[in-house]
């Protein structure tokens, strides 16, 4: 009996081991979800979802932006596309039905690449099967859908230009193609068909219509006059005319233009040229007074500048760096940097600090939230109200020690109106009125449901408000290399409320950050949020983090 009970109790141990492991290993697979984005290059659509590994998990929602249609069961989604329909398996991501986007393109006979440089993008491409010219008929066979533009250069020994944006020829690409017709790939994503003719054809309008397969008629005898016949037999054949090395493109400008400027804040309009542009594009500091955005790699060079285009901008410079086109931006100064990419390129704001790094004297409002009958989320020891007093208070000693004036909205145990809209509206006015130059509320946060939240410590700012967010980016940074608890980053508020963002931070006239300081069903953070030492912790990032934004050298 205790022999047996002895060797059960090794198995046992085995067993305990091995699902360690198992968890471990598990652990590991699903820590490597990070945000990416897609770009349906052929589409010109760009979409975010979760790179996993090499693969590319989508959120079914996203999947039916693109004109799919997916249905979800137990058992996986059946997705409906280009006159397919398949059958994939699902997984959830942060509470997400997704599905591998990168094995459903290759069903569906597309291409897709992680644009090298670490950005964690993904392009998708439509893949080219066939090209067939014969007769004065192209026609063209791709997997994705592809979208021709169609122009015409020269008059007197016409050329046809049929670009595929989006495209790739497809290993195996099948051609038959009369001596007229060349075929390449004219960059990574554009294949080029360039007809020769005897005549001058009625060109198509424009872009056609995406589609899988086109036909584009060039017969003489029904799109121009008729030419003398010639007595020249179509010359087919299967030997890929693929240019081995496609012309070098003629270096495109990049243009930098001014926008808005006021006491805070610098904006500059970058426009890049169009082959080179994919919408991707990360801010890099590689020293105090020097911004750089790094894109993916195209060549091209920078325009002449306009004359004084800023006084906080001391030069610009545009180089290569291994796989990555530079934007190098040399400031007067440390400053914020947001960046807003758009179709053409993208806008730059340099939030320019307002000091020289000292709190004394700075009016800081902040808010303890909730209070009263609101007591937010939580319960027993862990309820909200509680716990965010007794960090604004942690906080407001802090500041007060760096000569701030700190104003707190409550430091009892109340609340202001009956009603919660209002009573969130009052918390903004107390700032407004005044005047401070940095609201802050502190809460603890909770995201319902019954599965673990992470730890950690974000700051919110309402989307759309450069120096708000700067404020946020400047704590986290601390919150990053010296916090109590895992940094969560610096949030734009819509994620959270889709419409309007959070009242207190859109109400406030002043830069302004919400801070959700840990989870209290956490069992990491539960650990720590009783603690002096947390909220000191929390109060150090803080005056840290506003001594930064208030421009400390
Ligand atoms: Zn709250």
Redesign the pocket.
Known sequence: MLKTLYNGGVRMKRLLIALALWMALCAGAFAQVRNATVTYTYLGVQLRGYRVGEEFMIPLDRVTELGWSATSSTVGAKISAEGKTIQVPTRQIEGSTCIALRDFVQKMDGMSTWIPGGFDALEVVSAIKSVSVKSGELSIYAGLKIKPTVSLLGTSDPKVVIDLEGARLAPGVQFELDSTAKVSQYRPNNVRIVLNLSYAPTLPQGPLANAQNIVIDFNPSQVAPVEPAKNDPPKTTTTPKIDPTPPIQPADDLTIQRGNEDEMATELLVSVPKPGWKGIATIRRPSRDTVEVAMPTFSAKLAELEKDLSKHLKSVQLRQDTGLTVLSFKLAGRMGAVLDPSANGFKITFVHPAGNGSLKGKVIVIDA??GGKFP??GNGVYT?KLL?LATAQAVKRALEAEGAQVIMTRDKDTHFRENLADDLVYRADVANRNNADVFMSF???DPGGNKTPPSGTKSIYHGGRDADKYLAECIQEYIKSEGPLPNLGAIDDHKFAHESGFSVLRNSKMPAILMECAFVRNPTDRKAILTEKFRDGIAKCVVKGLKQFFGQK
């Open positions: 939230g909730h937010g989320t909200e965010s809460h603890y946060d």
